[in-house]
Nanobody, 115 residues
Framework: QVGLVESGGGSVQPGGSLRLSCAAS????????MMWYRQAPGKERELVAT????????IYPDSVKGRFTISRDNAKNTVYLQMNSLKPEDTAVYVC????????WGQGTQVTVSS
């Protein structure tokens, strides 16, 4: 049974940092690209980071490029999202997703950026 469990969210002031984690289970972790999405109230879900199975390639949208870094530890079956220079507009629920058919989603972790 596939499981994805996010952690590391919280409240932070603008300019601060957080590191999110997504612990995976139930599949061969290195065989799948992993993604982080975010969903803010009243906004469409946004893909914020993608990493290939062995971490050789990462992709970011312009909205987070240079501030967010996705990484993975295949020995720990965990994908991370390091978020620096956070802005109020980064406030959202952050969710990890496993690629593939079917794909799988975690439950999400709340990130709030506010002074």
């Amino acid at each position: 049974q596939v499981g994805l469990v996010e952690s590391g969210g919280g409240s932070v002031q603008p300019g601060g940092s957080l590191r999110l984690s997504c612990a995976a289970s139930g599949f061969t972790f290195s065989s799948y690209a992993m993604m982080w999405y975010r969903q803010a109230p009243g906004k469409e879900r946004e893909l914020v980071a993608t990493i290939t199975g062995y971490g050789r390639s990462t992709i970011y949208p312009d909205s987070v490029k240079g501030r967010f870094t996705i990484s993975r530890d295949n020995a720990k079956n965990t994908v991370y999202l390091q978020m620096n220079s956070l802005k109020p507009e980064d406030t959202a629920v952050y969710v990890c997703r496993r690629s593939g058919n079917p794909d799988y989603w975690g439950q999400g972790t709340q990130v709030t950026v506010s002074s």
